[in-house]
């Protein structure tokens, strides 16, 4: 079975500390994405790999930035964490986009609240 | 760009029958749907293909309207496992990789 792993289940931060968020898939898969989830909005994309050291900006991009140096592991970084950005933090990975394959695979979400 | 989905909620008794709708202002190149159980990760269910391939599992269904860019997800019988958020995700003709997920529908199946 596929696995995503997130690096916290819960996670309490002030106001303007930096936020890694960690993100390991186990199957080799080419794309990664980070999305947020909001009550009644959602899962909005923050960003998308499509593969090491590519990135691209989602519909959310603003206040965040991500890093892929291994194919297996996808961060998102919160350079100066505000309120507005205590939300569930969902990585999710896939194969491909071609077809079957491009089911996307969910971590279990990292709960960030920032006060 | 979001996909609206309809009704926002339902609630079943086990056995009836449900549809939930998605729609999109713009051309599509496929349909995804997923569930999402309180205090879990979505799951995929179901993926429609422009063209008219689907592929899927579980006994739920879908259909694609190309031409109106709709997707409707069919739940028949329902069955308590059933209960969860479903959320469409919408990949278009002028986005690769990406999906634009709908805000969901919470569904609550009631023995």
């Known amino acids: 079975d596929v696995k995503v792993t997130q690096s916290s289940r819960y996670l309490v931060k002030r106001t303007g500390e930096k936020v890694f968020l960690e993100c390991v898939q186990d199957m080799d898969h080419e794309n990664m994405f980070w999305y947020r989830q909001d009550p009644g909005l959602g899962l909005r994309l923050i960003y998308f790999s499509y593969d090491v050291k590519m990135k691209e900006k989602g519909d959310i991009p603003e206040g965040y930035s991500v890093s892929r140096e291994k194919k297996e592991r996808f961060s998102l970084i919160l350079e100066s964490a505000s309120t507005n950005q205590t939300s569930m933090y969902l990585c999710a990975s896939s194969l491909d986009n071609s077809g079957a394959a491009y089911e996307q695979y969910f971590g279990p979400g990292t709960r960030l609240t920032v006060t | ?111």
């Not at chain 2, 997920?101 to 569904?107: E, K, M, N, Q």
């Open chain 2, 1 to 111: 760009q979001q996909p609206v989905q309809s009704p926002q909620a339902v609630i079943l008794r086990e056995g009836e029958d449900a549809v939930i709708n998605c729609s999109s202002s713009k051309a599509l190149y496929s349909v995804h749907w997923y569930r999402q159980k309180h205090g879990e990760a979505p799951v995929f269910l179901m993926i429609l293909l422009k063209g008219g391939e689907q592929k899927g599992h579980e006994k739920i269904s879908a259909s694609f309207n190309e031409k109106k860019q709709q997707s409707s997800l069919y739940l028949t019988a329902s069955q308590l496992s059933y209960s969860g958020t479903y959320f469409c995700g919408t990949e278009t003709m002028d986005s690769s990789y990406k999906l634009i997920f709908g805000s969901g529908t919470r569904l609550l199946v009631r023995p």
